[in-house]
């Protein structure tokens, strides 16, 4: 032992991180394997490439199938418990590159409604969305709150790391 450090501890933390990492990567790509088999990647293509700022001005059915083809593994969760996403209010705003942004409040629909996993499937899309460059804000409709036992809820909101309104 050097300096009294103990040479288990970077071994085990190094474990530990590997077999995260792996986890990681076998659930994504399970994920994936699910959206393609239930979605066409001709047609996910398609819709991440529109303009959701555009497809919000026109009224554009396409909005939440463009919304759903920008979610990464949990879109996986929410297609297996037949969920989806409801835009329950949506505005145009300005990055801070002066870019035209879609700042949403989304509600869920589905199975989703009522699914012990909501708040990391609340954070999963949350943090999905945000990497699109239009999109500046995502929050989630107040009404969902309802759906969870005071227990639930009070867990939701000190540490689901999403806003309601």
Same mark, same amino acid.
């Given at each position: 032992?050097?300096?009294?450090?103990?040479?288990?501890?970077?071994?085990?933390?190094?474990?530990?991180?590997?077999?995260?990492?792996?986890?990681?990567?076998?659930?994504?790509?399970?994920?994936?394997?699910?959206?393609?088999?239930?979605?066409?990647?001709?047609?996910?293509?398609?819709?991440?490439?529109?303009?959701?700022?555009?497809?919000?001005?026109t009224e554009d059915a396409?909005?939440?199938?463009?919304?759903?083809?920008?979610?990464?593994?949990?879109?996986?969760?929410?297609?297996?418990?037949?969920?989806?996403?409801?835009?329950?209010?949506?505005?145009?705003?300005?990055?801070?590159?002066?870019?035209?942004?879609?700042?949403?409040?989304?509600?869920?629909?589905?199975? *989703?409604?009522? *699914?012990?996993?909501?708040?990391?499937?609340?954070?999963?899309?949350?943090?999905?969305?945000?990497?699109?460059?239009?999109?500046?804000?995502?929050?989630?409709?107040?009404?969902?709150?309802?759906?969870?036992?005071?227990?639930?809820?009070?867990?939701?909101?000190?540490?689901?790391?999403?806003?309601?309104?």
């Amino acid at each position: 032992m050097v300096d009294g450090a103990d040479p288990t501890s970077p071994t085990s933390d190094n474990l530990e991180e590997t077999y995260r990492a792996q986890i990681t990567a076998a659930m994504e790509k399970e994920a994936q394997r699910r959206v393609t088999e239930s979605h066409d990647p001709e047609e996910i293509s398609r819709l991440e490439a529109l303009s959701l700022v555009e497809l919000f001005e026109t009224e554009d059915a396409d909005l939440i199938p463009a919304l759903m083809a920008r979610l990464g593994p949990v879109r996986a969760a929410l297609d297996g418990h037949g969920g989806a996403l409801v835009v329950a209010l949506a505005t145009i705003g300005e990055t801070n590159s002066r870019r035209r942004a879609l700042s949403l409040v989304i509600d869920l629909d589905g199975a *989703c409604v009522s *699914c012990g996993a909501a708040p990391g499937t609340l954070k999963g899309i949350q943090d999905d969305l945000l990497m699109d460059s239009e999109i500046i804000e995502v929050r989630f409709s107040s009404d969902m709150l309802e759906w969870f036992d005071e227990l639930q809820r009070d867990f939701v909101l000190k540490h689901g790391g999403v806003v309601f309104v």
